[in-house]
């Protein structure tokens, strides 16, 4: 006879009275390891086990930057308008609306400055969370300002990059902030403030294209993906298949167009000694 023995059959625990894990307690990477978020946060969000680069947004980028996660955000509440009225599943302005509710952004780049191990930066920070990272009016406009403030400050300037392209819904406008981006960077380089570019998963499209890749250093997050379009239809335009780990950073490293790659563990602590060596 066994020394336990339900008396009642079944579960009678009532339905409202169940505890279950809240979402987000746990992370599984793509190689199958499950990280408990705090361990992730505690680790820049990169997983202990196998070194995958978890992607986060601007908010936890800030507080691996900035020293004691105090900056001064700018132009926090400029929103994009609709000066095409354009409309597919729904109206631009209900997405720019819901989507805004749904990530607490108000676009998909943030820019702020403050201090980093006690050298005054500015960085602007994209989030893929918000409509794929587009590159809109508001984000070139962003960007565009915070330049501004580094010229006026004699700051240097630090771009993270994370985005899907231009913003489809802005058509050209969106694309002209190709050319008002870099045009902003010449001014910069004129003056002589290092500008670093930080090029994250995915970084692709227009902003591959125009600010991502002008850096007086070029650096990216290890396996981050990094090209102008993607696999398929590059595949589908060349008709061959595409060499293993294409696009990524690594790929990208070994073909020129990055100058190194840096774990975001280590991403403060280089940073501080690249500003270092270019003062």
Known sequence: MSWFKRKDKGIQTPTEAKKEAPDGLWTKTPSGKI???RELKSNSYV???DGYHVRIGSAEYFEILFDNNKFTELDENMESADPLKFVDTKAYPD???STQKKSELKDAVRTAYGK???LEITV???DFGFIGGSMGSVV?????????????NKKPFLMIS???GARMMEAGLSLMQMAKTSAKLALLSEAKIPYISLLTDPTTGGVTAS???LGDFNIAEPGALIGFAGPRVIRETIGKDLPKGFQSAEFVLDHGFLDFIVDRRNLKSKLTTLLKMLK
Request: aromatic share 2%.
């Open 35 to 37: 990280v408990h978020t």
């Open 47 to 49: 997983s202990p086990e």
């Open 95 to 97: 997405r720019i609306k």
């Open 116 to 118: 980093m191990n006690g």
């Open 124 to 126: 602007a920070c994209m």
């Open 140 to 152: 070139g406009e962003k960007i565009a300002r915070a330049i501004d403030h580094s010229l006026q």
């Open 162 to 164: 994370k985005s899907g």
């Open 211 to 213: 600010y991502a890749m």
